[in-house]
């Protein structure tokens, strides 16, 4: 599944340039992320970089969508063919 932020950013700067797949940008009011390119670091860490920089832990994982090891990986192969292309 991929992250999302919650209502509780404080617009910190930090966990945008952490994002090795510029899943994340700034949104009307907080920082937002982009599920089509969040593979939740599958592929570049062992675990999520953009919670593990948040001060205030507002990076939960959006239960709304859920993807399996498999499909994060997939996704993460696409966005390399994507920027390789």
């Known amino acids: 599944m991929a992250l999302m932020i919650t209502d ?19 949104g009307p009011l907080i920082y937002e992320i982009d ?5 939740e670091c599958v592929g570049h860490f062992n675990e ?3 919670q593990q920089v948040c001060p205030v832990s507002c990076i939960p ?8 090891k498999d499909e994060l990986w997939e996704k993460f192969r696409r ?3 994507a920027k390789a292309a």
């Open 48 to 50: 999520p970089q953009c």
């Open 79 to 81: 966005l390399q063919a």
């Open 8 to 26: 509780d950013c404080i617009n910190c700067d930090v966990c945008e340039p952490e994002c090795p797949n510029d899943a994340i940008s700034m």
């Open 35 to 39: 599920p089509g390119k969040c593979t």
């Open 61 to 68: 994982f959006n239960p709304e969508l859920r993807e399996t």
